[in-house]
């Protein structure tokens, strides 16, 4: 059973840094591409970075240049570094996994990031 596990998730204020981690279990990590996701109160879930397997990165317009996504083969874990950090980057922050040969994603449980003065 793959299960994910995100942490690091805060309050923090407006231009602070924040890193989010996320532990992957039950599947063969490094085969799979990453990624991370946010939803707002009120909105749709949508794509914050992904990373592929050969380490290939991709990233949403608002947070390009500000966030780093990386990833840990040995460790079995993705990290996101969120750098100059606004009040709109405020969401619930989720990691997830895949697809697998069914096309199935895997989430995670998702943490709370809050930015505020």
């Known amino acids: 059973q793959v299960q994910l596990v995100e942490s690091g998730g805060g309050l923090v204020h407006p231009v602070g840094s924040l890193r989010l981690s996320c532990s992957v279990s039950?599947?063969?990590?490094?085969?799979?591409?990453t990624g991370w996701h946010r939803q707002a109160p009120g909105k749709q879930r949508d794509l914050v970075a992904v990373i592929t397997s050969g380490g290939s990165t991709n990233y949403a317009s608002s947070v390009k240049d500000r966030f780093a996504i990386s990833r840990d083969n040995a460790k079995n874990t993705v990290y996101l570094q969120m750098n100059r950090l606004k009040p709109e980057d405020t969401a619930v922050y989720y990691c997830?996994?895949?697809?697998?040969?069914?096309?199935?994603?895997?989430w995670g449980q998702g943490t709370q990031v809050t930015v505020s003065s």
């Open positions: 997830n996994i895949g697809p697998d040969g069914l096309g199935k994603y895997t």
């Open positions: 039950g599947t063969i990590f490094s085969i799979y591409a």
